[in-house]
């Protein structure tokens, strides 16, 4: 398993921007498919984007397609969400997860889990 430490959540305007980021200890990170999933309160956690370990591969949730980008960097061992055109339905905690084995949007597919961020968006 791998520990998973996110940060870079916080308020921002409808609009604005964000840049989450993930950082894994271990040294197999880059084997591992990465994934951020959010949950808004009162609702269910759900799938937002996802990308395989060579960065190839990248899977976005319909509701962030086109506004949010997931890359990573394997030599720092971090993975980003940066998150464009914010809107008010992003408010959530936002979690990473790493899973070995290909992309998937399934959270309990992924067996490593951060603490999780809060993203606020005001409108």
């Known amino acids: 398993q791998v520990q998973l430490v996110e940060s870079g959540g916080g308020l921002v305007q409808a609009g604005g921007s964000l840049r989450l980021s993930c950082v894994a200890s271990?040294?197999?990170?880059?084997?591992?498919?990465m994934g951020w999933f959010r949950q808004a309160p009162g609702k269910e956690r759900e799938f937002v984007a996802a990308i395989g370990w060579t960065s190839s591969f990248t899977y976005y949730a319909e509701s962030v397609k086109g506004r949010f980008t997931i890359s990573r960097d394997n030599a720092k061992n971090t993975v980003y969400l940066q998150m464009n055109s914010l809107k008010p339905e992003d408010t959530a905690v936002y979690y990473c997860?790493?899973?070995?084995?290909?992309?998937?949007?399934?959270?309990?597919?992924?067996?490593?889990w951060g603490q999780g961020t809060q993203v606020t968006v005001s409108s």
């Open positions: 271990g040294r197999t990170f880059s084997s591992y498919t």
């Open positions: 997860a790493a899973r070995m084995g290909p992309i998937r949007s399934y959270g309990p597919d992924y067996g490593s």
